[in-house]
């Protein structure tokens, strides 16, 4: 509050709040020729190309967020030779984009989450691959801002020139003005064995592995967070036989890490998402599998603080008015990930033999278009399906590539066409099935998740000034952990999760007494998230 004007029963809190200075999705693209590393045979012609992100750089200049990273690409082709036609090899991209954001400063924090990733590629010559990876990213730029609001009101205020108390009146609201945040990763090993399924022959030879994570449950205790898992796999191999057929075979191997967490307790809401690292394939025998998969494990964990605002002072006396600040607040509405099917109908074209057998399919989600409907979020995008098979009895390979398009529908109540969403769209699973000598019908498992998230201003009060020359009966000054770092000599620190006067104090290079003294705190136990502490 200002010098020439202290009510009694007005309280201040110092909260620390993340002002959303952009928000904006845009597109990068990483470009570049891989070569078939020896003894890798030539290539006739390309399968599949997948693609991975990992962001390793993000920084900001004036009006530009500068994102780098790493794009690891997969490709599978059928070879020239004719004994084992079907092969893979990996790669590397550099990833570097400029995403132009105006008004935003270097301090600033920049925020990049990869939303889809979109690979193409061509045959330049036998042993040559141009590749092109489409990335899409959504840039958030946050200010740490630390403002002081009024928590508390008097129900009366006494004027010196007024026989009667005045009432104010208060207009209050509940909002998250802060939330706070937990990371961590842990990684490790997920081993197991597949067997080869009766229907099918045994193997003489790996050709490659795929493998997904996925995460079954999340369970949060104190000081850490427990994540099981599974590791889908697809094998690619070669048959015993003489002519070398292409098979195909699906596992899964379970997995469970233990992310460590200080100050994360029972109750909070934790996120986990697995990446695999690596994985390789060894032969027991003719019928058995060994999986072994790196698994990385990255968990959030974060707490949504709901502080009630006074947002508006009425009834106030004539020689006192409200001090206003306008909050930025992004409020969530809802997040939701849901598994939906795509069903469609794939003609081979007459260019190439009929359908033998179908060895296996692959799949890639595009999404174009991302809406936001009354109590619902509309993702559309297009499928870039690929179907893998031979034609009999030759065991030939051949593939044949198209693209479909889909519309995934998640529900989120109280999304309104005015709010912001975003969304993602993987490939959990495809399966192929030959209906006639030219016709497959190919079912794509998608998982879904959207958020809708609206931006808010809201009026908060902050102080209440005197104007004219009314005097306010005086009150006890402001406690020393409401003061500026210029007015008690010390700094401010916010209570985040985790802290204990403590760590506080080494941090600082201080005590926990000099703390508890400068801040006249009754148990040095309890100190709440949010709280503002004077370091002396």
Same mark, same amino acid.
């Given at each position: 509050?200002?010098?020439?004007?202290?009510?009694?029963?007005?309280?201040?809190?110092? =909260?620390?709040?993340?002002?959303?200075?952009?928000?904006?999705?845009?597109?990068?693209?990483?470009?570049? %020729? $891989?070569?078939?590393?020896?003894?890798?045979?030539?290539?006739?012609?390309?399968?599949?190309?997948?693609?991975?992100?990992?962001?390793?750089?993000?920084?900001?200049?004036?009006?530009? *967020?500068?994102?780098?990273?790493?794009?690891?690409?997969?490709?599978? #082709?059928?070879?020239?030779?004719?004994?084992?036609?079907?092969?893979?090899?990996?790669?590397?991209?550099?990833?570097?984009?400029?995403?132009?954001?105006?008004?935003?400063?270097?301090?600033?924090?920049?925020?990049?989450?990869?939303?889809?990733?979109?690979?193409?590629?061509?045959?330049?010559?036998?042993?040559?691959?141009?590749?092109?990876? $489409? =990335?899409?990213? %959504?840039?958030?730029?946050?200010?740490?801002?630390?403002?002081? @609001?009024?928590?508390? =009101?008097?129900?009366? /205020?006494?004027?010196?020139?007024?026989?009667?108390?005045?009432?104010?009146?208060?207009?209050?609201?509940?909002?998250?003005?802060?939330?706070?945040?937990?990371?961590?990763?842990?990684?490790?090993?997920?081993?197991?064995? /597949?067997?080869?399924?009766?229907?099918? !022959?045994?193997?003489?030879?790996?050709?490659?592995?795929?493998?997904?994570?996925?995460?079954?449950?999340?369970?949060?205790?104190?000081?850490?967070?427990?994540?099981?898992?599974?590791?889908?796999? %697809?094998?690619?191999?070669?048959?015993?036989?003489?002519?070398?057929?292409?098979?195909?075979?699906?596992?899964?191997?379970?997995?469970?890490?233990?992310?460590?967490?200080?100050?994360?307790?029972?109750?909070?809401?934790?996120?986990?998402?697995?990446?695999?690292?690596?994985?390789?394939?060894?032969?027991?025998?003719?019928?058995?599998?060994? *999986?072994?998969?790196?698994?990385?494990?990255? *968990?959030?964990?974060?707490?949504?603080?709901?502080?009630?605002? *006074?947002?508006?002072?009425?009834?106030?006396?004539?020689?006192?008015?409200?001090?206003?600040?306008?909050?930025?607040?992004?409020?969530?509405?809802?997040?939701?990930?849901?598994?939906?099917?795509?069903? =469609?109908?794939?003609?081979?074209?007459?260019?190439?033999?009929? @359908?033998?057998?179908?060895?296996?399919?692959?799949?890639?989600?595009? @999404?174009?278009?991302?809406?936001?409907?009354?109590?619902?979020?509309?993702?559309?995008?297009?499928?870039?399906?690929?179907?893998?098979?031979?034609? $009999?009895?030759?065991? %030939?390979?051949?593939?044949?590539?198209?693209?479909?398009?889909?519309?995934?529908?998640?529900?989120?109540?109280?999304?309104?066409?005015?709010?912001?969403?975003?969304? +993602?769209?993987?490939?959990?699973?495809?399966?192929?099935? !030959?209906? +006639?000598?030219?016709?497959?019908?190919?079912?794509?498992?998608?998982?879904?998740? &959207?958020?809708?998230?609206?931006?808010?201003?809201? !009026?908060?009060?902050?102080?209440?000034?005197?104007?004219?020359? &009314?005097?306010?009966?005086?009150?006890?000054?402001?406690?020393?952990?409401?003061?500026?770092?210029?007015?008690?000599?010390?700094? @401010?620190?916010?209570?985040?999760? &985790?802290?204990?006067?403590?760590?506080?104090?080494?941090? #600082? &290079?201080?005590?926990?007494?000099?703390?508890?003294?400068?801040?006249?705190?009754?148990?040095?136990?309890?100190?709440?998230?949010?709280?503002?502490?004077?370091? !002396?």
């Amino acid at each position: 509050m200002s010098e020439d004007c202290v009510i009694s029963g007005v309280h201040h809190k110092k =909260v620390k709040v993340e002002v959303i200075v952009a928000d904006v999705s845009a597109s990068i693209v990483a470009s570049g %020729r $891989l070569t078939v590393p020896p003894p890798k045979p030539d290539i006739a012609s390309i399968l599949d190309t997948g693609a991975k992100v990992a962001i390793t750089r993000v920084s900001v200049v004036s009006g530009t *967020v500068v994102i780098q990273g790493d794009v690891t690409v997969d490709i599978t #082709y059928v070879s020239t030779e004719p004994s084992q036609p079907v092969h893979f090899f990996e790669g590397t991209l550099s990833l570097f984009g400029n995403v132009n954001v105006p008004g935003i400063l270097p301090g600033m924090t920049p925020e990049v989450a990869v939303t889809s990733v979109y690979a193409t590629s061509h045959l330049v010559d036998p042993r040559t691959v141009e590749v092109n990876v $489409l =990335v899409t990213v %959504r840039v958030k730029v946050l200010r740490e801002q630390v403002l002081p @609001i009024v928590t508390e =009101v008097p129900k009366t /205020i006494i004027v010196p020139t007024v026989s009667v108390p005045v009432v104010p009146v208060v207009k209050r609201r509940v909002v998250t003005v802060e939330r706070a945040v937990l990371q961590g990763e842990a990684q490790t090993v997920a081993v197991g064995t /597949i067997s080869i399924p009766p229907d099918k !022959p045994g193997l003489s030879g790996i050709i490659r592995t795929s493998a997904a994570g996925s995460v079954t449950r999340t369970k949060v205790l104190r000081g850490k967070v427990v994540v099981d898992g599974v590791v889908s796999t %697809r094998t690619l191999y070669v048959g015993l036989s003489p002519a070398q057929p292409v098979f195909s075979v699906d596992g899964a191997v379970t997995f469970s890490v233990i992310v460590d967490l200080p100050g994360v307790e029972t109750g909070m809401f934790a996120f986990a998402a697995v990446q695999i690292e690596a994985v390789d394939t060894t032969i027991v025998d003719s019928r058995t599998l060994r *999986v072994r998969a790196v698994v990385k494990v990255s *968990v959030v964990v974060t707490v949504e603080k709901e502080l009630p605002l *006074v947002t508006g002072i009425e009834a106030l006396p004539p020689t006192l008015v409200p001090v206003t600040q306008d909050f930025l607040v992004e409020e969530i509405i809802g997040q939701v990930q849901d598994d939906s099917t795509v069903t =469609v109908q794939v003609i081979i074209p007459a260019t190439l033999p009929g @359908i033998g057998r179908v060895i296996q399919s692959f799949a890639q989600a595009r @999404i174009a278009k991302t809406l936001v409907l009354d109590g619902a979020i509309i993702v559309q995008g297009t499928l870039r399906i690929t179907i893998l098979f031979s034609e $009999l009895p030759s065991q %030939r390979v051949f593939a044949h590539v198209e693209t479909v398009p889909f519309s995934v529908t998640l529900r989120i109540p109280g999304a309104v066409p005015a709010f912001f969403g975003t969304a +993602e769209v993987s490939v959990v699973r495809v399966e192929a099935v !030959p209906v +006639e000598l030219r016709t497959v019908n190919v079912r794509a498992t998608l998982r879904g998740w &959207g958020m809708v998230t609206r931006i808010d201003t809201v !009026p908060t009060v902050v102080d209440i000034c005197s104007q004219g020359t &009314g005097q306010v009966q005086p009150g006890p000054p402001v406690s020393s952990s409401t003061q500026s770092p210029s007015s008690s000599g010390g700094r @401010i620190h916010v209570v985040q999760i &985790g802290d204990t006067l403590f760590r506080i104090a080494q941090r #600082y &290079g201080t005590t926990v007494n000099a703390i508890v003294q400068a801040n006249n705190i009754q148990d040095p136990d309890q100190i709440a998230v949010g709280d503002t502490l004077v370091i !002396p």
